[in-house]
């Protein structure tokens, strides 16, 4: 229905539809399609005929097992086929050329297949179709590229939300062209003017009418033999690779990204003083002339150490409308701390705006917001790295002033830091490297954020106090007397809060140690810290090193031949010990527990096998878990190291 009114809407003239009774009569009977679904069928029929088409030629065929209809041929086929294949596969009959068990193979196979010579075909793809290393796949990449491929357009996965979130691409078919070139058109859409969650509400970027003018360029300088040339608008969507090109390694691998030329750089670069490149506009507070409007505002509080915004946490204050026209933040705006910083940590902290939810924000008066001027100059995320390296670095140190206290920016010095300026294409390629090592960080994060150890109770195991199968406090020392010896202090700073490590990087010596440095510790102990346990400064010491003693702020689990001692250790961070303790904690400054309210907490204690498996699978788990941290690392490294490459500083 929607390729006959597309058809009728290009054809009309004055609001009138511009068809002869005749050309209408040959249109409609020309349309045709299939279904393997009764049901389809029966809603196609009854569509058709609501549309005014009085024969309608929709038939229910199962396209890949019946031959009845395998010697009709078409101009045009438009198809979104079920990617899904069923238990068992396709049982398909032997006429296909390329063969396969993978319905979404052989539909693509039958719609090339079944084009007149100058046929044309538009057909949605999943990501199999595109890379998938199967022979099947393979033969009928190669089979498409010889024949009928001229064009491939990469779609943002999301885009048939809420129905499904799955990855496609469109393969663009035309006999004739394919022909006459030997490259092929790839095109990437990352936006198609809705959000990509289950809700697709509509937003700015849109990328598909750009992509529309870039196949049509691309089909037009086909036909008149030239080589087709890009914008720098187009040159950011869509690139031209040659059949020969794909053809070499094998696999005819229809991603596009794969074959984009790597723009190479070395860092060598002009440098510009930011002043020349961004708008500054100091931030405001709470208004006091009429008219107000509540906004919500970010502070300092809602930076992080990443450089992107907590939004848990923002203020909502009235404001001067006034004041708001030119302090509205908008999607790559950066916000620039102007007060704030510490001892340690000078101020010039900057974080990246990129909400496009339609709620207004704006910032503190502790802040400034940074716009760049000319987006086809400098890409405001590439200017949003540096200055969050520089930052890291301790040079906004050199533009900060105290008044009372308080760290201030200078902005006039900080207008005039000199930051490296490739060419713009340079910078996104820079962009979109640290973006995908960015998005392997925030995926390890959310392992390692959201596991906690669990295991299913058994309602028949029986529950004992901790003092029935560990020692609390086993053993005490005063360190004072050894003297000049020097001592590892574990204190509660020395254990992390929520993962189990611990530093024993506090060397001290014995007569200097503070008076609650008591606690012996040896191998196979956890340590539990007594204040504020909710906060989980819990740790199994899987190794201890000589002369170690821990603060009486932890107390000291020991295990008996009773218990494996990690079961234990795991137990630590369940909801059932947590809530146990939290009652438990005191009222004050310092919410606390002591020996006996820990002698006094109930356990799970079922069979020591039992315990044993449970350990082993946790420890098996919490391997993936350090694998995950090992790689944040890892990748939080690359980004420094790729930004301090740019500076020209490796």
Known sequence: ISSFNHIQNKNKKDGRINLTADERTRLINNFSGYDI????????????????????????????????????FYDIILANPPFMSPKGGI????????????SEVLFVDYIAEHLNPNGRGGVIVPEGIIFQSGNAYKKLRKMLIENSLYAVVSLPAGVFNPYSGVKTSILFLNKNLAKKTDKILFVKVNHDGFDLGAQRRKIKENDLPLTLEIIKKYKQSIIEDKEIEFNRSEEKLAHVVKKEKIAESGDYNLSGDRYKEAVVYNGKWDFVELGELCDFKNGLWKGKKEPLKKISILRNTNFTKTGVLDYSNVAVHPIEISQLKTRTLEYGDIILEKSGGGPTQPVGRVALFCKKDGQIYSYSNFTARIRVINESKINPIYLWRCLHYLHQQGITKNCQNRTSGIRNLDLNAYKKIRIPFPPLEVQEQIVAELDSYQKIIDGAKQVVENYKPTFKIDPEWEIVKLCEVMLVNKSTVNPKKYGKNKFVYIDISSVENGTGAVSFTNKIEGNKLPSRARRIVKKGDILLSTVRPNLKAFCFLEEVPDNAVASTGFAVLSATTKVEPKFVYFQLFSDYLQEQMINRMGKGSYPSINQKDVQELKIFYPPLDIQQKIVLQI??????????????TIFEKKIKDKIADVWGEQ
């Open 37 to 72: 679904s009764p049901d389809m069928v029966r809603l196609s029929l009854v569509n058709m005929y609501l549309h005014k088409f009085p024969v309608p030629k929709i038939y229910e065929y199962d396209t890949l097992a019946s031959e009845e209809k395998w010697n009709e």
């Open 91 to 102: 049982k398909p009959h032997k006429r296909f050329s390329i063969q396969a068990k993978r």
């Open 619 to 632: 420890n098996n788990e919490r391997k993936i878990i350090n694998a995950n941290k090992e790689l944040i």
